[in-house]
T-cell receptor, first 114, second 112 residues
Framework: AQSVTQLGSHVSVSEGALVLLRCNYS??????LFWYVQYPNQGLQLLLK??????LVKGINGFEAEFKKSETSFHLTKPSAHMSDAAEYFC????????????FGKGTTLSVSS | ETGVTQTPRHLVMGMTNKKSLKCEQH?????MYWYKQSAKKPLELMFV???????ENNSVPSRFSPECPNSSHLFLHLHTLQPEDSALYLC???????????FGPGTRLTVL
């Protein structure tokens, strides 16, 4: 069965600092991996996704994530945080071959201070 | 993102009321989903429809009744809800089941 673990329910960084949000997954078949962002009172917006091919994936708003099969990880990073990055971030996995629906992690709330 | 719309955005209802949530997608997708998002809990997948057929029901109580009349519309009929059902209900769609999902803004439901 698939599962997603996001380490740290809350991450705080200063503006301009590196953002690192951790995600580990389990999947019995090659996974599709996703990061979504949710701003207050809004739905989820896709940041980036990994399906096949290049393991370093670039997304919107300067975010990127690297798929590391050996570590079963898909951590999200951004070199320099902006105040506007404050939101909740969700990692999700889908078993590509099975075409299953997404399984989400519990989410990580990112706070950015000036 | 206006590809997936949800109405109403906010709903307050009593435990004996009957109401419906509506979701519409304008993306030409074939799969649609209902999720429940409660405070301090992961997103819970409730139902999945693929080509108008329900393919997943994750042990959702019968007081929640989904309906998918066509690939563009998805409803969630609510009846005799409990206060613990108060949550943000999110609709999503994807081209095929398992593909990238696009979410609506959600309906904030409060059950009194």
């Amino acid at each position: 069965a698939q599962s997603v673990t996001q380490l740290g329910s809350h991450v705080s960084v200063s503006e301009g600092a590196l953002v690192l949000l951790r995600c580990n997954y389990s999947s019995s078949v090659p996974p599709y991996l996703f990061w979504y962002v949710q701003y207050p009172n809004q739905g989820l917006q896709l940041l980036l996704k990994y399906t096949t091919g290049a393991t370093l994936v670039k997304g919107i708003n300067g975010f990127e994530a690297e798929f590391k099969k050996s570590e079963t990880s898909f951590h999200l990073t951004k070199p320099s945080a902006h105040m506007s990055d404050a939101a909740e971030y969700f990692c999700a996995v889908s078993e590509s071959q099975a075409g299953t629906a997404l399984i989400f992690g519990k989410g990580t709330t990112l706070s950015v201070s000036s | 993102e206006t590809g997936v719309t949800q109405t109403p955005r906010h709903l307050v209802m009593g435990m004996t009321n009957k109401k419906s949530l509506k979701c519409e997608q304008h993306l030409g997708h074939n799969a649609m989903y209902w999720y429940k998002q409660s405070a301090k809990k992961p997103l819970e997948l409730m139902f999945v429809y693929n080509f108008k057929e329900q393919t997943e029901n994750n042990s959702v109580p019968s007081r929640f009744s989904p309906e998918c009349p066509n690939s563009s519309h998805l409803f969630l009929h609510l009846h005799t809800l409990q206060p613990e059902d108060s949550a943000l209900y999110l609709c999503a769609s994807s081209r095929l089941k398992g593909d990238t999902q696009y979410f609506g803004p959600g309906t904030r439901l409060t059950v009194l």
